[in-house]
């Protein structure tokens, strides 16, 4: 039965190795945007409108552009210059900039760019992979694996800068594949550049220029012994590329460090006030919770590779590059372990052991290969299931917040009634509402925080003003179905009537 099903799978991976390179190509680049664009319509995350977290910035630039006047440019420079006491990540901030001045708060526009983003990413990988030796079923199963999952949040969310990054770092690493194995320069040009816009959008995709280095490194040593001779040979005959990229990652952590400071990355290396129980509990939870298929599949995979233990032992270089990729992102997410987006880029470490070295590893055949490529089939449905699920909260979520909104501003519009938003302390989730509002004419938000008990503007020219809660007409806050949920502010709401909107609760004063 095992021999009937190999055959079965040889002659499947033979008729889709027959295909042209331009039915390939049609053929891939269909079912990525098919599997992309198929999610974000299905689920509705497409058309899901503001939620409670950074889409507030979108809605700032076009204030700032529409009722305060500024050109494009004051926005650009006041943005950056902020930006950059805080972090190191310029071009993100100019690329949220320009989408805002070209499709104003129109979401729907800008979730289909992102998505875009996504299909060329998945498309990208999927090229990596091929040039790379894997055949196309393997080298499908690495560009998802890489993509779906908890990290599937990217596919729709405005806010994280990882689909843009992803992107660039598929797109580089492409160019360099192209460049080692037909040596045209351009493409060593064309490799940096994309390398370079994804080291300045978020800093973490950084770390990723040692492992370009050590690949080209590797490429290199192919079918070669690791000695210090051979070694230098290599790094003699790349020496401009890799000079390149190490300047690149040299100057890049030096700004970071000593311009921008590393206080502000709250989240990045260990901390002397956190215990080593603290962080084997907060691993601990990562690894059953947003990594736990990765970690129990490959457990799996993992073993069935160790009974090939003589050749395994040989792919020390192939271990050494999964490592370069993994550990970088682990130290740097010491404080809260790797959740949702955030998984990005660290499993692209992963997906190349497991999935580009482990399917083209010759010593694995027979049952053992049918029990390798099924952990890899049964770790993508889980994680398949995993995006379908959270797209659908996502929109919900979304959906709930659009309906909050509509409501309260028919109730409001072109009277004095206040609104009060009990969001804190989500801050995001009250700016939204008061750069959303703004946008709509309204300016009567006034917000609640509930350590000090006091209800001001908090925002805006009039940021000081104070209110009682007698004048308050309409109460907005999350409920229990919502992830920010956290408290149930202390206000005496026998006064009001309650309507639900999804994740959201409305209270609206009776008459």
Request: hydrophobic letters at 45%; charged letters at 20%.
């Amino acid at each position: 039965m095992a021999v009937r099903l190999t055959d079965k799978i040889h002659e499947f991976y033979d008729w889709l190795e027959k295909l042209g390179k331009r039915r390939e190509a049609l053929l891939v680049c269909g079912f990525f945007a098919v599997l992309v664009f198929g999610v974000v319509i299905v689920t509705g995350t497409l058309t899901s409108g503001f939620h409670l977290v950074d889409d507030w910035e979108l809605a700032q630039y076009v204030d700032w552009m529409t009722l305060e006047h500024r050109s494009l440019w004051e926005c650009l420079k006041e943005d950056l210059g902020f930006d950059l006491t805080l972090r190191f990540r310029p071009l993100y901030y100019i690329n949220r900039v320009l989408m805002a001045y070209v499709f104003g708060i129109n979401l729907t526009a800008m979730s289909v760019v992102k998505a875009a983003e996504i299909v060329v990413a998945l498309t990208a990988l999927y090229y990596c992979a091929r040039q790379m030796k894997c055949n196309m079923v393997y080298a499908a199963l690495f560009s998802m694996t890489v993509m779906v999952g908890y990290q599937s949040a990217v596919w729709w969310k405005l806010g994280p800068q990882e689909s843009y990054d992803i992107m660039m770092f598929a797109v580089g690493f492409f160019f360099l594949l192209k460049w080692l194995s037909t040596g045209r320069r351009g493409y060593a040009f064309a490799s940096f550049g994309a390398l370079f816009l994804m080291s300045v959008y978020k800093e973490p995709f950084i770390l990723l220029l040692p492992f370009v280095g050590l690949y080209v490194l590797y490429a290199q040593m192919q079918g070669q012994k690791a000695t210090v001779a051979s070694l230098c040979a290599a790094v003699r005959r790349r020496l401009p590329y890799l000079l390149a990229i190490g300047i690149l990652f040299v100057v890049e952590m030096f700004i970071i460090v000593f311009v921008v400071g590393t206080n502000n990355y709250s989240y990045v290396g260990l901390d002397e006030s956190i215990t080593m129980e603290q962080y084997v509990q907060i691993w601990g939870n990562a690894a059953h919770g947003n990594l736990k298929w990765y970690m129990r599949f490959g457990v799996l995979m993992g073993l069935i590779l160790l009974t090939y233990w003589e050749q395994t032992k040989k792919l020390g270089w192939e271990i050494l590059l999964a490592a370069a990729v993994i550990v970088p992102q682990c130290v740097t997410y010491s404080k809260t372990a790797l959740e949702e987006r955030y998984i990005l880029p660290c499993v692209l470490g992963y997906a190349f052991f497991f999935v580009i070295v482990g399917c083209n590893f010759r010593p694995l055949s027979g049952k053992r290969r049918i029990a390798y490529m099924l952990c890899l089939l049964l770790m993508l449905a889980a994680h398949g299931r995993v995006t379908l699920r959270e797209a659908r909260y996502f929109a919900y979520r979304g959906e709930s917040i659009k309906t909050m909104m509509e409501r309260t501003l028919d109730l409001v519009s072109g009277t004095d009634k206040k609104v009060l938003s009990c969001f804190h302390p989500n801050l995001e989730g009250n700016r939204t509402m008061y750069y959303w509002f703004r946008l709509h004419g309204y300016d009567e938000i006034f917000y609640w925080d509930e350590e000090e008990r006091k209800i001001d503007r908090s925002f805006g020219p009039r940021e000081n003003e104070r209110a009682d809660f007698s004048d308050i007409d309409v109460v907005v806050m999350y409920n229990q179905e919502d992830r920010h949920w956290c408290y149930e502010p202390s206000l005496n709401l026998t006064d009001f009537t309650e309507y639900n909107c999804g994740t959201i609760t409305m209270y609206v004063r009776n008459e």
